[in-house]
């Protein structure tokens, strides 16, 4: 039997619940619905930033992953498509690669910083981006080599960010197979290794006392700036195209690729959210992690020394 308040938590604010990255498009075409990104086993979000699940979210390290690799060139267009969400916050994109294998790729290690919007004119990335069908837009650095590479989006939720501990990362890899004419992109961090818990980008004790936004920048550094290595011949002209190469990583067999426009796309949240709440209502909660707030489906039990303490309306975590 489930505590009441976990029955009620279930068929409350369902749609409000935290949020996986579940789509991408390539200069507006799409694979299709989760093709290519290395799904979490639910939509709960990462909450410790020394963990492996840091990189590409819990089993986001398992390989080989079993997912398509979604071809792309240097410079190309990228959307991403996220669960609707009402937690404040960031949205940072990294790449780890060039690697000969996607699908083979951990991603434990180094990570650059291609992509980043915080807070600009008064809005959060979370409420920028749940205006325009909760996507994001940005381009692939022109200067990259060719090879397969993770693509990690992240979408930092800050509202418990007031307590150590509390703040959330929802994090998605895609596997990507870039065409590029050479190049290299600096700075790169490691994750885990690069956030730390007390990091004034990820600890935010005055978040809702006194907390300038504006002078907000999220983690992982500056974008890294790209240029041209030798790697390759930087005279190459790349074509543009509105069709997608995807293959099996498991088959090697081609797919069969979806056009789908991006205001045509439905979104299907139900079934990451059925997923994630059949897959977390039982188990306990370890010390600093999340145990209730609106839309929160997880487990409530806090491990034994700690007890489920209400931040604010969106967050209680185990203290
Ligand atoms: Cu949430």
Redesign the pocket.
Known sequence: MYPLALTIALFVGVTT???NFHQLWVNGVTPGYQVGIRMPPSNN?VTDVTSNDITCNVNGSKVPSGIATVAVKAGDTIQVQWDSST?PGPITHMLYGPVSDASMATGVGSWTKIDEQDYVNGKWANEIMEAVNMTHEFRLPSSLASGDYLLRSEML?LHGSQTLGGA?FYIGCAQIRVTGPGGSCSPSIQLPGAYKATDNNIYISNFYYGFDPTTYTAPGGPVATCGESGGGPSSAKLATTSTLDVKSSSTGKPMTTTSTSKVTTTLVTSKTTSAGTTSTVTGTVGKYGQCGGT??VGPTACVAGTTCAKQNE?YAQCL
């Open positions: 619940a935290h949020q979000p937690h939720a959330q839309g929160y969106y």
